[in-house]
């Protein structure tokens, strides 16, 4: 499955803008699919569970 980043912003509850920062960093992968960027389900799987073990710092500084 794949999500928009305007997905994945409703649901992490954050603005499109965060997704592309996380996106930008490397923190959340994404793949390119022709002018359209995605991200895979268990990409974004993986991210949450790294935000319980924890490391919530890529979400630092939003709201």
Do not use: H, Q, W
């Not at 999500?3 to 930008?24: D, F, I, W």
């Not at 992968?29 to 990409?43: F, N």
């Not at 974004?44 to 569970?49: G, N, V």
């Amino acid at each position: 499955m794949l999500y928009t980043l305007t997905e994945v912003a409703a649901a992490l509850s954050v603005g499109r803008s965060k997704v592309y920062e996380l996106v930008r960093s490397g923190a959340l992968p994404s793949v390119r699919i022709g002018g359209s960027r995605r991200v895979r389900g268990e990409d974004l799987a993986t991210f949450l569970d790294s935000l319980e073990r924890g490391s919530a710092a890529p979400l630092a500084g939003i709201r």
